[in-house]
């Protein structure tokens, strides 16, 4: 099958501004399930944009604007082909086989900073650690818990709530889903990071979407043997091929499709219009 993602962005700014470098997370992550067959990104008039890789191997753009402005903008599309992921296609090594996994030394050399809990929230039981439990079953049921249990919310605020606030709210955007299931899977002892992209939702009524309309987060955890693999709590569902990876990092600042500052000798408000198209083109 083929995808079509066209992301537009618009900040407007009431007075001409100076901008700082963008860095730009939007560019699918690559293998044998996606292929990109067309990539074109447009800024500014004015914009040099140039392409790197980051800590975590993500293909990063990164924009330098010499001249003010009182608009910043970003159109980018998207062709992909994709091909039928099942999600559950693994086998565990042996000691991937219960949660906790007994991770090798030469995994934890590379995993460690994974497997540090940014706050150690107090998890109820059904999240919280316990005796050595089967890993895939435990890993459906802590998605489906949260799921069930914490209704989804669209946020538009830059605000980052913690696991505590969250399971105190009862409710979050994606992003809060996926900092408690962060914070879950590492007090259980999996390595964890954060994953950020766009979803394919099918034919769906719109009122039941909660990823096709913009960028969407969700985490990945390692299992020796299997890799990284996705998980949705947002959605109460691993990841197949309509989750289309764009960053993948240990913070939510790693994953963010843009970063970027505009400064002023004043005060200058400013807007923001964001759009999101994914086609299925066959």
Avoid at 17 to 34: A, E, G, K, N, Q
Avoid at 103 to 109: F, P, Q, V
Avoid at 240 to 250: C, E, I, Y
Wanted: hydrophobic share 35%; glycine share 4%; net charge negative.
């Amino acid at each position: 099958m083929k995808f079509k993602i066209t992301k537009e962005t618009l900040y407007t700014y009431e007075d001409l501004v100076s901008l700082s470098p963008h860095t730009l997370r939007i560019y699918p992550r690559v293998d044998l399930h996606f292929k990109v067959d067309q990539f074109h990104l447009q800024s500014n008039s004015d914009a040099q944009i140039q392409y790197r890789r980051d800590l975590h191997d993500n293909l990063v753009a990164h924009c330098f604007y010499p001249n003010t402005s009182n608009r910043l903008g970003f159109r980018t599309t998207i062709e992909l082909s994709v091909r039928e992921k099942n999600p559950f296609q693994f086998l565990l090594d042996s000691h991937g086989l219960k949660i906790p996994c007994q991770y090798k030394d030469e995994e934890l050399a590379v995993l460690a900073p994974y497997i540090t809990m940014a706050e150690n929230a107090k998890l109820p039981s059904p999240l919280a650690p316990t005796i050595p439990r089967p890993t895939v079953e435990t890993l459906v049921n802590i998605n489906s818990w949260i799921f069930e249990n914490i209704a989804y919310e669209r946020r538009e605020s830059s605000h980052r709530h913690t696991a505590a606030e969250i399971l105190k709210r009862g409710s979050g955007s994606c992003r809060d889903f996926s900092t408690l299931l962060a914070e879950t899977l590492r007090q259980n002892g999996l390595a964890t990071r954060l994953a950020s992209g766009f979803v394919w939702e099918g034919d769906k009524p719109e009122e039941e979407k909660k990823a096709s309309s913009s960028m969407h987060a969700w985490v990945e955890t390692y299992l020796p043997g299997a890799g990284w693999i996705g998980m949705d709590p947002t959605n109460g569902v691993l990841c197949d091929h309509h989750f289309v990876t764009t960053a993948v990092g240990r913070t939510e600042s790693d994953i963010a499709p843009v970063n970027g500052s505009y400064y002023s000798n004043k005060p200058v408000t400013s807007s923001l219009v964001t759009r999101l198209f994914l086609e299925k083109l066959d």
